[in-house]
């Protein structure tokens, strides 16, 4: 693994608040706030309801992007802006494996008929490191 992809891979291991805007019927950007998390592969997910306003965008427009990084505004550190696309996955697989006590609040367990989980596989990660005012860029094949 190349050192900035280590770097970002880091940064989106741990659960966090991240920004996610879709595309709506009319073209329009739409964003809302989500919960996050990455893996080794890059690979970003969510929880959604299936009925969620995104499911439908996603289905429609699978190219979503993400900001995400800066939790606190006092504590400025690197951040990243994702482009990718999305899809919704519903198998017992992937729902289980990304269940996490987090969720229990929100859906009654991994076999929730309305629970899912957003997969992003990203194609450009800007990696920014305040104060600079350059990115980073990782491209994805």
Request: glycine letters at 6%.
């Amino acid at each position: 693994m190349n050192e900035l992809k280590a770097r970002i891979t880091g940064g989106l291991k741990n659960i966090q608040l991240a920004n996610l805007a879709t595309i709506t019927a009319d073209g329009l950007p739409w964003t809302r706030y989500v919960m996050i998390a990455g893996d080794d592969e890059l690979t970003i997910r969510c929880a959604t309801f299936l009925a969620a306003r995104k499911v439908g965008q996603i289905k429609q427009n699978p190219e979503v992007h993400l900001s995400c990084g800066v939790l606190d505004p006092m504590e400025i550190k690197p951040y990243c802006q994702i482009q990718g696309c999305a899809e919704i996955a519903t198998d017992a697989a992937e729902k289980t494996a990304f269940w996490n006590p987090s969720l229990e609040s929100i859906f009654s367990g991994a076999d929730d008929p309305n629970y899912a989980v957003l997969l992003i596989k990203p194609y450009r990660i800007e990696l920014w490191t305040p104060p600079g005012m350059e990115p980073e860029v990782l491209e994805i094949n």
